[in-house]
């Protein structure tokens, strides 16, 4: 029964990966393919109906995980608490980003936004890299 939800959990994570890259990739490169404010709002259109769902994966993984390992879970949040709550703000970060943008009719707040969603994108890809766990270790 534990290889069946070490598996559950793998392929949540994995999913997760897959599916969360391409929002990923779209936050880092929007400010260079997206010049207008037309191509700003075509880019986010292009990832707009999925990436809500996309850390449906990240939060079903950790649900199941708790389930099934609650040690591990217990040992993994509690000694990657800093680097959790980092993941978090810049998850809450960028789905601000992406929803608020177009509630003013402004320059400087769609502009805002933009760096927003495209600095938490890149902090998030820097977050899942290898060297991830020395970074926060450093941070501890």
Not at 74 to 98: D, E, K, Q, T
Request: with cysteine.
């Amino acid at each position: 029964m534990e290889t069946f939800w070490f598996g559950a959990v793998t392929l949540m994570l994995a999913v997760y990966v897959v599916l969360d890259g391409y929002d990923f990739g779209v936050g880092i490169v929007s400010p260079l393919v997206a010049r207008t404010d037309e191509e700003r709002r075509l880019v986010l259109a292009a990832i707009g109906p999925v990436w809500s769902g996309n850390e449906v994966w990240l939060i079903a993984a950790g649900a199941v995980l708790f389930l099934a390992f609650p040690k591990a879970y217990a040992a993994g949040f509690s000694g990657f608490y800093l680097a959790l709550i980092i993941v978090l703000w810049l998850l809450m970060g960028r789905g601000l980003a992406i929803e608020l943008r177009g509630h003013l009719d402004h320059p400087l707040w769609r502009q805002f936004w933009d760096v927003v969603f495209a600095v938490t994108s890149a902090l998030l890809r820097s977050c899942s890299g290898p060297h991830w766990a020395t970074w926060f270790a450093v941070c501890r």
